[in-house]
């Protein structure tokens, strides 16, 4: 029997940064949105937290006499 799994993950994950002082709270939002989109932060971010969300299983039952494929849900 084959079974197609999806599984639904809320992860969070934090890092931790060294920034210059004296910034104010929107050049601190600034710099950290730039470390983001340049990927540089990509590689600090360590997993702190996943929060399982869902799964559901899809089970695919071949039919020899017609070479159809029929698909059934299950949610667990």
Same mark, same amino acid.
Request: glycine fraction near 2%; aromatic fraction near 2%.
């Given at each position: !029997?084959?079974?197609?799994?999806?599984?639904?993950?809320?992860?969070?994950?934090? $890092? %931790? +940064?060294?920034?210059?002082?004296?910034?104010?709270?929107? $050049?601190?939002?600034? %710099? #950290?949105?730039?470390?983001?989109?340049?990927?540089? !932060?990509?590689?600090? +971010?360590?997993? $702190? =937290?996943?929060?399982?969300?869902? #799964?559901? $299983?899809?089970?695919?039952?071949? =039919?020899?006499?017609?070479?159809?494929?029929? +698909?059934?849900?299950?949610? +667990?």
């Amino acid at each position: !029997m084959k079974v197609i799994v999806t599984v639904v993950d809320k992860i969070t994950s934090e $890092a %931790h +940064l060294n920034i210059p002082d004296g910034l104010s709270e929107s $050049a601190i939002k600034q %710099h #950290i949105t730039d470390l983001y989109n340049s990927g540089e !932060m990509l590689i600090d +971010l360590n997993i $702190a =937290q996943v929060e399982f969300e869902s #799964i559901s $299983a899809q089970i695919v039952k071949e =039919q020899t006499d017609t070479n159809s494929i029929s +698909l059934s849900e299950v949610t +667990l």
